[in-house]
């Protein structure tokens, strides 16, 4: 019997497509705009609303979901009133989020262990969860392809994409909900702790070919596909958290191609001379 | 008939004094060349926002008699050379936010700044001239009445600064696009335009560049930074 053969498998690997997809189409926006905290930031909201999911025995995707759009909503809004202040922005929903997580946690209330959360775990794939993981993945990708255009755009230069007639702001209030999707889909396997990295590391490596925004976009989903599945697989022959493994390649993996970046560059100097 | 048209247009970033623009009245004809100059600071991009309606006025109005218009941002330290991007997708996303369903327009867009050749590079491996091109056949891409450029030359060799003069001129001239540029080169300032817009200390005054010209003479060429006559 090989591991494809167990259930829990199954549904973490069923789970672990969505996330290689959707993390790095919406990291790509986040990354190039500088807005990476926001992807780290929203993560520990997320555990906010899993906890307070919990709590009201709802699901606890769900309602990271719902907590965690109703931050980005949050920041973006907050960001008209302190322009030029967005780390403080993120401090404030950083504590409003970690200040509710740790304050249910802590207060025993929970039936559940909220620690699979925190690191990621491939055992505790529900039936419920895959379908609201794909619910909420078919949404956001349908999303991403209506609004490429001008979230590009948004990204590149936003003054241009004013005066051509995109409404800068709604696409942001939309571009929060689908973090929030993107994040609610991941916490389950990946874990907080470890999300951001997840979001900005497939499309850190994707950079460094030095490529088109659509190849950029395409190579951050292969090697978020590299990241993932191998976290997956050799975590689970280690017999350790998924989370802290799938970071730990991801950093292995950016740190090759930045190597044979290096190298090809060395040989091609070394040619000329 | 009138392009843009301001009348007692007051504005402060922070809704009250001191005013960046302190009652301004303005009215541009079509088919004209304006360019705005003005020491750093003065507020012209500000004016430009405006007219683009970014951002309203404290009071009075500043109005464009036409929605077609077509806009090169200044350049700044955002639009980053890092950005993954090819000259390709900047036109063709552009072409798609506009709703032109013909994707001949790229082509010719590109044949009319003569750059047709870089259709595949990415943006950041362009000379600062190129980009400039490439922005500037982006914003004609809408067939504007109205363009508004915050200073074009801005990073940009002599030479490209050149060949950019002249088409702005040779659009303005044979197209009828009415030209709005910010510009700190006074020379192209003076030798491109059909009317000079001079702000200072909130207040703007219209001239053609010989009475420009004349005026700053007689301050002795202190009132501002880079002329050679
Ligand atoms: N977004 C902003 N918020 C607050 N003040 C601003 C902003 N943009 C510009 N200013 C201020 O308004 C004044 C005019 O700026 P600007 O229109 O950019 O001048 P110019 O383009 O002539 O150099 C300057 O004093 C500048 O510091
Ligand atoms: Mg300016």
Redesign the interface.
Known sequence: MTIFNYSFMQNAIFVSVFISILCPCIGIFLV?RRYSMIGDTLAHASLAGVTIGLLLNQNPILGAFVFTSICGALIEFLRSYFKKYTDLILTIVLSLSVGTAITIISSGKLHVNADSFMFGSILTVTHFDMIMVLILSVISVLTLILL???M??I???E????????KVRLINYIFSILVASAISVSIRIVGVLVLSSMIALPVATA?QL???????LVFSIVFSVIDIMLGLFISYYLNVAPGGFTALISVAVLVFVLLAKKLQSSIRTARCK | MLMIKAENLFFSYTGSSPYVLDGIDLEIRDGEYVSVVGENGSGKSTLMRLILNFIKPTSGSIVPQTKRIGYVPQKNDFSNSSFPITVYEVLNSYRRLLKIKNKDIITEALEQVGLLSVKGSLMGTLSGGQSQKIRIARALMGNPDLLILDEPSTGVDIGSQKEIYSFLKKINKENGITVVSVEHNLNAAISNSTLIYHLTCGQGHLCTPQQYTDEFMKNGGKSNDNIQL
Do not use: S
């Open positions: 190039l490429y255009h001008q590009v755009y990204a590149y230069d003054e241009a994409a004013k005066v051509a007639g995109v950079l030095g490529k088109g925004f659509k190849l950029t």
